[in-house]
């Protein structure tokens, strides 16, 4: 028997609690990129992600040959590839996945630990304990991160590339259909194709046009990826428009369905 071609698979691994679920995950069929800490989830992630400002003791000791560290001069001139960081959104959920759409280009982008949502009721934010909430500081790159997951989907389907949201949270800002792991581990080609097709389908081409037009006629880009240094330049009015017309962008399908 001739068994069926698979898509080429990344997981993105976020510092929720939930992430915690992927320690035990076959990896066998996917690659691994890690944001942050979550590299201690488990020793066998291929690419560790992590900004400037990430403390240098929060780094792994022990980095093994088959293993890259992902810092900025790898991910700004790719993120810069997708109209750089005020359209993508200053945080790094978005930033490895623009890296990973970039320089990986998967047929499918899975993300856990990544629902960007922080309990107010002083209970556990991230896997180890914790955390500062970084999607939710006053940024004028984030004023929705719903729109940026949007964004990102629209952007990563015009590359034929799958978004994925593993989690089984009840709520989540990523705007990706949901799957099982179950379900992701079982993709075969042509589920990959048809899941491609409905979401081409669904997703209105002129309300992506329209977006990328706006944001090219405003004008934001910060090639050193530094966008904070020119904050004061940058129309929180305006990021709110073209945010809206992300929104606009928003599939009808909560889920992947397979079978």
């Known amino acids: 028997m001739i068994s069926q071609k698979k898509p080429s698979v990344v997981i993105v691994v976020g510092s929720a609690p939930d992430a915690s679920r992927y320690t035990l995950w076959d990896k066998s069929t996917h690659t691994i990129a890690v944001i942050n800490n979550a590299w201690r989830i488990r020793s066998d992630w291929d690419y560790l992600v992590f900004p400037e400002d990430f403390p240098p003791e929060n780094a792994p000791t022990i980095i093994q040959a088959s ?8 991910f700004v001139p790719t993120q810069n590839a997708y109209g750089g960081f005020v359209y993508g959104g200053g945080t790094m959920a978005y ?24 309990p107010s009721d002083g209970s556990q934010t991230h896997f180890y304990g914790n955390g500062a909430p970084d999607p939710l500081r006053d940024d004028v790159t984030l004023q929705s991160l719903e729109a940026k997951s949007n964004r990102l989907l629209a952007l990563a389907v015009g590359q034929q590339c799958l978004c994925v949201n593993l989690s089984d949270q009840p709520a989540s800002r990523l ?55 020119e904050a004061h330049l940058l129309s929180r009015v305006e990021l709110a428009k073209i945010d809206d017309q992300w929104m606009a962008v928003q599939p009808k399908q909560p889920t992947y369905k397979t079978g």
């Open 67 to 74: 293993q890259r560290l992902i810092v900025a001069k790898d």
């Open 95 to 118: 930033t490895a996945a623009y890296w990973v759409l970039g320089a990986l280009k998967p047929d499918v982008m899975a993300f856990i630990g990544c629902d960007m949502v922080y």
């Open 175 to 229: 705007m990706f259909p949901r799957m099982s792991i179950d379900q992701l581990q079982a993709l075969t080609e042509q589920d990959f194709n048809q899941h491609l097709k409905n979401l081409q389908d669904q997703l209105d081409q002129q309300h992506i046009q329209a977006a990328l037009a706006s944001e090219e006629k405003l004008g934001y880009f910060v090639e050193s990826g530094r966008y904070w240094e």
